[in-house]
């Protein structure tokens, strides 16, 4: 049974940070891809960050800078440090797994946690 749970959502002031976390069971996780993507209130779901197996990340330009995406293969667990927050961060972010084989794709997904930035 795959499962990736996410933690670390909640409400913070603009320019805090927050740290999310990610932990996966049930998969190979050194060899897939993670992802953290959000969606916020009448917008279309968007990568934020995505490290990949061989450890390569990519950021949107929105948060080029403020955030940083990592992950501990020892732990199976993808990271996202989120500093300097600003109110249009305000979304829920949600954690993907993805591989891809020669014949095949696997892709996964949390359930989501919310992350409010606000005074």
């Known amino acids: 049974q795959v499962q990736l749970v996410e933690s670390g959502g909640g409400l913070v002031q603009p320019g805090g940070s927050l740290r999310l976390s990610c932990a996966a069971s049930?998969?190979?996780?050194?060899?897939?891809?993670m992802g953290w993507y959000r969606q916020a209130p009448g917008k279309q779901r968007e990568l934020v960050a995505r490290i990949t197996s061989g450890l390569t990340t990519n950021y949107v330009d929105s948060v080029k800078g403020r955030f940083t995406i990592s992950r501990d293969n020892a732990k199976n667990t993808v990271y996202l440090q989120m500093n300097s927050l600003k109110p249009e961060d305000t979304a829920v972010y949600t954690c993907?797994?993805?591989?891809?084989?020669?014949?095949?794709?696997?892709?996964?997904w949390g359930q989501g946690t919310q992350v409010t930035v606000s005074s």
């Open positions: 993907n797994a993805e591989w891809r084989g020669s014949s095949e794709i696997r892709s996964y």
């Open positions: 049930g998969i190979l996780f050194s060899i897939y891809d």
